[in-house]
């Protein structure tokens, strides 16, 4: 039989958006001749409108043929579309260089799930961390009452120039309508698989003339503590702690905090520390470096 990992689904990927794939083997003898079955079944999601082709895939010197298939748009009025979508939406989609981007996605369920997975969005030169937990509320959208899960995310472009952030997949199970089996004692499912638009992003390198570190944070501080009382004595250590706080950038973006300190006195620095966390849809970082004088 062939191997399981031989499917490579990088030539779909220009037109499409390549959902899981999964694959089987099958046995049969007929007559004393064995024949022996791979398949391989994966869900593409057209990345636009349009006539594509989904080019021929070759496993283990086998090819399929080219299969040509034209995208049409969703109609509004189809409920069977509309049972269960994903939107997205971005807070700025101009924005400089290591700048935080809020990303918002929602996943509109017009019935209960018996299980699903919410992939999270992907985009070149950047990094991208969940803020919080999900959200989870009830909305009517066209008269019709939707459960609303809601993920946000942090962006952090790395690079400068045009980025598409890829919608993020959502495959689930949910009870397949119309069906015969009303008594029993397993219930049929089907899956469903829905993916989130897409959004195109420009990222504005750093301004020219900048010649300090760079930070595009709505929220920069920078906190000192020393020890209670006025005066010090000479040859005991005082330590001293500075404390570097920015909203909206990751740990690489904070610069080192500059030592200003006469020549007479000697400085035994400690490790600094790093942390992150989650506030008020965003990424607050702080620095801390203790100093002994």
Known sequence: SADRDAFDSSPLLKDFVVGRTSVSSQTSIVNFDTKRTTVWTTTLFPRKEGTFTIPSLTIEGKSTKPIQVEVIPVQEQSNVARDYFVTTDIDLKEAYLNQQLLYTVKLFLSSNIERGSLQAPEMQNAEITQLGEDKQYTEIVNGRRYQIIERQFAVVPQASGEFTLRGPIFTGEVMAANTNQRFGFFNRTQQINRVGPDITVNIKPIPQGIDYPWLPSEMVRVDEEWPQGDSFVAGEPVTRIVTLTALGVVEEQLPDIPEFYPPNFKLYP??????????????????????AI
Do not use: A, F, G, W
């Not at 600094?272 to 849809?281: A, I, M, R």
């Open 270 to 291: 400690d490790q600094s520390n790093t942390t992150t966390v989650e506030k008020d849809q965003s990424l607050i970082l702080q620095r801390q470096t203790s100093l």
